[in-house]
């Protein structure tokens, strides 16, 4: 498993600023619900001063990214908008002591979802640019622009460090050429030349779930659950396990969540912390009364 710092680990157990922010004038959404992360960033921001008096977030996604999410929220308030701008992903991992190289990307979406609220709140478009490339990473959905534009900002070096930044690269190795060539070009620039370094996609991989027993396992799950039931519960929303059959692991959504416009998001989220701690695909199925026995019934 990664090696996460205390500070890490404090900000992923008790979040700052995390929920709804109902005097919010400012407001940020990136991520996406196919990689497992997505970010809400709210402002409230003095008009006259342009002042960020509050900053709370919504995300779903692994500890990297509500830890990520959590610190950007501390290092912002008090900021004016044109100084909070120049906060780097970088500066985010700093005031964690660093995170994990393949969390990088964490740090990566909590920017984004700065720039997307303050121009959210100067009324502006604000463009993420992952549509305006060519499609490099389909995994991912990450283009071309995305990943000169981290490279350039982070110097970037080698197809590993473009997978811990952008998670480009990181599902198959078919757009790794593409990456290369990304890469070979900016370094040109820097007067550096670019040299192909092999890369082990699975070697951080977390031990296989052959080594856990059938019990074991679901503690586990269990235990995945319980972390995220407070901030489902912050938002009068609950999660509870239902069963467990093979990779299908069946959950009850209750409250606010039930049936709400973010409870696939909130079940993605779940679903890729599950996956990322037992080392295997998971598949988190919502059911509804009398839905677990025809579920299970097909099939």
Known sequence: MWDYSDKVKEH??????????????????????????????MLKVD????????????????GSAIASSSALTEIIKGMKLDDALKVSNQDIADYLDGLPPEKMHCSVMGREALQAAIANYRGEEWSDDHEEGALICKCFAIDAVMIEDTVR????????????YTKAGGGCASCHEGIEEILAKVLEERGETFKAVPVNL???????????????????????LESVRPQLQRDHGDIELVDV???????????????????????????????????????????RAGSLARATSQP
């Open 202 to 224: 699975h070697k951080d991989a977390a031990p296989k779930p052959g080594k856990l027993t059938n019990l074991e396992r679901i503690r586990r799950i269990e235990a995945v």
């Open 47 to 62: 008009p006259e001063t342009e002042t960020i008096q509050e900053a709370h977030f919504q995300t779903f996604g692994c």
């Open 153 to 164: 900002a982070n110097n970037l070096s080698t197809v590993e460090d473009v997978i811990n």
């Open 245 to 287: 059959d093979g990779k299908t692991v069946y959950v009850s959504m209750t409250g606010a969540c039930a049936g709400c416009q973010m409870e696939a998001l909130t079940l993605q989220g779940v679903q890729q912390r599950l996956m990322e701690d037992l080392g295997e695909m998971i598949r988190l199925v919502p059911t």
């Open 12 to 41: 992923f157990f008790q979040p700052r600023n995390a929920g709804p922010l109902p005097e919010a004038n400012a407001v940020g959404d990136v991520g996406s619900i196919s990689c497992g992360d997505a970010l809400r960033l």
